[in-house]
DNA sequence: CGTGTCATTGATCAGTTTCAAGAGTTGTGG
DNA sequence: CCACAACTCTTGAAACTGATCAATGACACG
């Protein structure tokens, strides 16, 4: 893979210039000579919907930032039954440092681009760059809050508590509507009715029958069984059950 | 609170000489002069079991070890329903760094000893102590994987296998029995089964019927409703419901 | 226009919850 | 030291939620 090594009049490689990861992901935190080097490293991936990024027990060679689409982490047990741990969404980074293998799977969902770099030069920088390492543990502490936010939901949740809570994190996350407070927002679900189901520890029929209620209930609209409207966020949030204590 | 201040002829405060958390905690990243520093800020509480140490949306004004003892740290829905997200063993660091408010309850399950230090102090070391925040970043990834871990268990497994989950857990964290590799163990349970429903995400009736149920397979002996034996690990192992992928 | 994948819908079934009652424990004060 | 109160735990029966099994529908792709 080649590209332009140019260095831009402000000492920002040009591929690293309109790059998500530098504004709000790790490399914000590399100063122009740090950026120079790693982006000396780095690869550009597109890879499509449903190729395996890591496998469960196998080897990490490499870290990525995620520039676009949706990364599925996944975790399985012996005799099928998966779980979906997370998902990622640009400009987060992907990997886990400080261990020798994965202990999850990480697949694309969608079609995804990614910035890869190989598994020494991300080490080198954490070595190199303080703020480096405090943006990735920035990162894994609101990753550790995401898990935890979700284990309430695996845990305590009904079926149609659970799937109204996914459609408002998409909304969240991946709303294709420009307006952002205007209460409404449309979107294509990155999953399947099988991934959901994983994502939310139920069946897909179940999800199926809950995402037909709540269209029943004009709650939501759906175009084409992977795209999704939601008119009003405020009714959306009232099915998902309550969220912290004292109101 | 006041202690002696002196200092060992290594340079180690003689309050953290014995200290877990210098050996295996957040503290064994910190040089003896740092660790001075630190300790002249902390304070050493005993807590009695069932007390709050940090409600939801509340304010955070220190940071603790736990030198001994459970934390349990939950969240709860506005009806009601709580979940536990997580237990903190010894020599754990507790706290959320970088965040005005914790979205989490702190709660000590049984009797608990905690060295707590103000917020500043804390902040102070992470500038201070880049090896400091290291081991802040390689704790949280480690309850990141625990955080995801539980989740299959909570998203994916069945009633017998969650609770058989449990026990094997607290048989791994606070087996009292000397033996390690023996294959048994012998505990006290840190929860009431109000508490370990809410960890599993099912009702107190069932965890009640699934431990009768291991008693009467043979898989462990309950001696008084808090202090449980497990005979043979492997045995409960089986009953967790497979584990990774590939075997 | 098959063929395969994914989604929806229906009918039945099983596991878990709920409700209810009783058995054990622990602590308190007479 | 015993009796009573307050819990926590166990057990049973009924009710329900969500799973399973099965058939059909929708859509994309060769």
């Known amino acids: 893979?080649?590209?332009?090594?140019?260095?831009?009049?402000s000492g920002i490689p040009v591929l690293c210039f309109p790059c998500e990861a530098r504004r709000r992901g790790v490399c914000g935190a590399l100063d122009p000579d740090n950026l120079v080097g790693l982006a000396k490293t780095c690869s550009r991936r597109r890879i499509e919907s449903g190729m395996e990024l890591t496998g469960e027990a196998q080897n990490v060679d490499?870290?990525?930032?995620?520039?676009?689409?949706?990364?599925?982490?996944?975790?399985?047990?012996?005799?099928?039954?998966?779980?979906?741990?997370g998902l990622q969404f640009a400009p987060d980074f992907l990997g886990r440092p400080f261990k020798e293998e994965s202990s999850i799977n990480a697949e694309a969902a969608t079609a995804?681009?990614?910035?890869?770099?190989?598994?020494?030069?991300?080490?080198?920088m954490m070595k190199a760059s303080r703020e480096f390492e405090h943006r990735l543990?920035?990162?894994?502490?609101?990753?550790?809050?995401?898990?935890?936010?979700?284990?309430?939901?695996?845990?305590?949740?009904?079926?149609?508590?659970?799937?109204?809570?996914?459609?408002?994190m998409m909304a969240r996350n991946i709303d294709s509507s420009l307006d952002a407070a205007s209460g409404s927002a449309s979107f294509d679900l990155p999953l399947t009715r099988a991934e959901m189901s994983d994502f939310l520890g139920i069946t897909s029929e179940t999800v199926s029958r809950q995402l037909t209620r709540l269209r029943a209930d004009g709650v939501i609209r759906i175009e084409n069984a992977r795209h999704v409207t939601v008119d009003s966020i405020s009714r959306l949030e009232k099915r998902c059950g309550g969220g912290r204590e004292r109101p």
Chains 1, 2 share one sequence.
């Open 112 to 124: 995804v681009t990614l910035c890869s770099f190989p598994r020494a030069a991300v080490e080198r």
């Open 1 to 9: 893979m080649t590209f332009r090594q140019d260095i831009h009049s």
């Open 137 to 168: 543990l920035k990162q894994t502490l609101n990753e550790l809050d995401e898990a935890r936010e979700w284990m309430v939901t695996l845990g305590r949740k009904t079926a149609p508590e659970k799937v109204a809570t996914f459609l408002l």
């Open 62 to 85: 490499s870290y990525s930032n995620v520039l676009s689409g949706v990364v599925k982490l996944s975790k399985s047990l012996s005799d099928g039954r998966q779980q979906i741990v």
